[in-house]
């Protein structure tokens, strides 16, 4: 058998500079450095907040997680990326070889011998309308969309959802080369979920909760229902793309989820398997270039994701954004999906006693539960005040409880308004009318205390 090398090693670039190199060895912890030279570069900062800038090599788990989790979520997609791209293996490093050119975020990952990407250019050509449906359908078996094997724009995306990414900058879609970069995410319909759950309407499910969250204040991925030929998607546009001033070339913009600035793989992305809540989260916040803005948006989505009784709001779908010198602040929210179209006992439906919110709130216990047969199992609006306490936010929270409970009327009168007349009632209906049963809820807690 032949004997591993002793050492692999990949580049991490970052707008056209080094950053560092990622090592591996047999039977050794994951390895970071920086570059000399990017320690002391104008746009220096850290590639991670788990990862400050220093000389001495970073190791160990925070490593392996940061690269972990630029990849998919499921394992299934991970092998059909091995298989399509001939990777080693389907371990991290040997995926990113082959696929890490355009990551989430700012980084590229290229062999440690290439040469320096010539980023300040736009490379890119025409794609059609058939082109983008033929690469919609093909995603089930050729994974993240690469529609043939001399394409050399390899495409790293992370989450569970089978998507791709392209190029658009007003004047249609184009499919990006080289070192240039996608703008937006094209997503399909998840199908049957976890458990059997039918979510074929998550194209319009993750819409209509954006526009929402939008309606209520916040900031959200820009996104639109669209159709290529018979296959629909979501279009999400990147906030971790910006076209440059002059509009010769696209930069990247620094960031990284919740798992990758506490260390944790993406397998413990909830806070039940390990991954950080919302105090946690809440505490990192205080670092914030702007602390008390983010802490109250933070605080304030984790609310409406019980109001939306929207489950997945694990710790890979909150991100912050790294700016120069290692400031950052709260990103934009995205991948945010209501269960109350599936709840119910039937088929392809989720109990509502099953409904677990991706983060504890916090009473005199842990609670997860949206709903329990026994009430004081479940999450209660007293319960939000008990957390905001802890946090640090009992000052700020009658007024953001208040905010919701008064702006609800509104925000469905004008979602109601924005909503096509074709858009399925199914998805519609149950999600406004259990946020307006949320909001009640809220109300009455107030009424009663």
Same mark, same amino acid.
């Given at each position: 058998?032949?004997?591993?090398?002793?050492?692999?090693?990949?580049?991490?670039?970052?707008?056209?500079?080094?950053?560092?190199?990622?090592?591996?060895?047999?039977?050794?912890?994951?390895?970071?450095?920086?570059?000399?030279?990017?320690?002391?570069?104008?746009?220096?900062?850290?590639?991670?907040?788990?990862?400050?800038?220093?000389?001495?090599?970073?190791?160990?788990?925070?490593?392996?997680?940061?690269?972990?989790?630029?990849?998919?979520?499921?394992?299934?997609?991970?092998?059909?990326?091995?298989?399509?791209?001939?990777?080693?293996?389907?371990?991290?490093?040997?995926?990113?070889?082959?696929?890490?050119?355009?990551?989430?975020?700012?980084?590229?990952?290229?062999?440690?011998?290439?040469?320096?990407?010539?980023?300040?250019?736009?490379?890119?050509?025409?794609?059609?309308?058939?082109?983008?449906?033929?690469?919609?359908?093909?995603?089930?078996?050729?994974?993240?969309?690469?529609?043939?094997?001399?394409?050399?724009?390899?495409?790293?995306?992370?989450?569970?959802?089978?998507?791709? /990414?392209?190029?658009?900058?007003?004047?249609?879609?184009?499919?990006?080369?080289?070192?240039?970069?996608?703008?937006?995410?094209?997503?399909?319909?998840?199908?049957?979920?976890?458990?059997?759950?039918?979510?074929?309407?998550?194209?319009?499910?993750?819409?209509?909760?954006?526009?929402?969250?939008?309606?209520?204040?916040?900031?959200?991925?820009?996104?639109?229902?669209?159709?290529?030929?018979?296959?629909?998607?979501?279009?999400?546009?990147?906030?971790?793309?910006?076209?440059?001033?002059?509009?010769?070339?696209?930069?990247?913009?620094?960031?990284?989820?919740?798992?990758?600035?506490?260390?944790?793989?993406?397998?413990?992305?909830?806070?039940?398997?390990?991954?950080?809540?919302?105090?946690?989260?809440?505490?990192?916040?205080?670092?914030?270039?702007?602390?008390?803005?983010?802490?109250?948006?933070?605080?304030? /989505?984790?609310?409406?994701?019980?109001?939306?009784?929207?489950?997945?709001?694990?710790?890979?779908?909150?991100?912050?954004?790294?700016?120069?010198?290692?400031?950052?602040?709260?990103?934009?929210?995205?991948?945010?999906?209501?269960?109350?179209?599936?709840?119910?006992?039937?088929?392809?439906?989720?109990?509502?006693?099953?409904?677990?919110?991706?983060?504890?709130?916090?009473?005199?216990?842990?609670?997860?539960?949206?709903?329990?047969?026994?009430?004081?199992?479940?999450?209660?609006?007293?319960?939000?005040?008990?957390?905001?306490?802890?946090?640090?936010?009992?000052?700020?929270?009658?007024?953001?409880?208040?905010?919701?409970?008064?702006?609800?009327?509104?925000?469905?009168?004008?979602?109601?308004?924005?909503?096509?007349?074709?858009?399925?009632?199914?998805?519609?209906?149950?999600?406004?009318?259990?946020?307006?049963?949320?909001?009640?809820?809220?109300?009455?807690?107030?009424?009663?205390?």
């Amino acid at each position: 058998m032949a004997r591993p090398s002793a050492q692999r090693s990949l580049a991490i670039w970052m707008n056209g500079e080094l950053v560092g190199r990622w090592i591996v060895r047999p039977g050794k912890p994951d390895e970071f450095v920086y570059a000399s030279e990017w320690l002391t570069a104008e746009a220096a900062r850290p590639l991670s907040l788990s990862m400050p800038l220093r000389p001495t090599p970073h190791q160990g788990i925070k490593v392996a997680a940061y690269f972990d989790n630029l990849l998919p979520d499921n394992r299934r997609v991970r092998e059909r990326l091995q298989q399509r791209f001939g990777a080693r293996s389907s371990a991290s490093f040997d995926l990113l070889a082959e696929i890490g050119r355009d990551c989430v975020g700012a980084i590229q990952i290229l062999p440690i011998d290439a040469p320096r990407p010539n980023v300040r250019a736009i490379d890119s050509e025409p794609i059609g309308e058939s082109q983008i449906e033929a690469l919609l359908k093909g995603l089930l078996t050729t994974p993240i969309g690469r529609a043939d094997q001399g394409d050399d724009f390899r495409i790293s995306l992370a989450g569970a959802q089978e998507k791709t /990414a392209l190029l658009d900058l007003g004047s249609g879609w184009r499919k990006p080369h080289g070192a240039t970069p996608s703008t937006h995410i094209l997503k399909l319909p998840i199908g049957s979920g976890g458990g059997g759950i039918d979510l074929t309407t998550s194209v319009e499910n993750e819409w209509l909760c954006a526009e929402l969250l939008k309606l209520y204040g916040m900031a959200v991925a820009e996104c639109r229902m669209d159709r290529f030929g018979a296959q629909k998607a979501l279009v999400v546009k990147r906030f971790d793309r910006r076209l440059a001033a002059d509009g010769s070339w696209i930069l990247r913009l620094p960031q990284e989820d919740c798992c990758q600035v506490f260390g944790v793989p993406s397998d413990h992305k909830y806070e039940s398997d390990g991954g950080p809540g919302i105090a946690t989260i809440m505490d990192m916040l205080l670092g914030s270039s702007r602390p008390e803005q983010d802490r109250y948006d933070f605080l304030k /989505a984790q609310m409406l994701f019980w109001m939306l009784c929207a489950t997945d709001g694990h710790a890979k779908n909150f991100s912050v954004q790294i700016e120069a010198g290692g400031r950052y602040r709260l990103a934009p929210l995205y991948d945010v999906l209501s269960v109350f179209p599936v709840l119910g006992n039937g088929s392809g439906q989720l109990s509502p006693n099953k409904a677990r919110m991706a983060m504890a709130v916090q009473g005199k216990n842990r609670h997860y539960l949206w709903q329990s047969i026994q009430p004081r199992h479940s999450i209660q609006p007293r319960h939000w005040e008990d957390t905001a306490r802890r946090c640090g936010m009992a000052a700020a929270y009658p007024a953001l409880r208040d905010e919701l409970i008064e702006k609800t009327a509104a925000v469905i009168d004008r979602v109601s308004n924005l909503v096509p007349r074709d858009f399925p009632g199914a998805v519609f209906e149950p999600i406004l009318a259990g946020l307006q049963r949320s909001r009640d809820q809220l109300a009455a807690s107030v009424a009663q205390s």
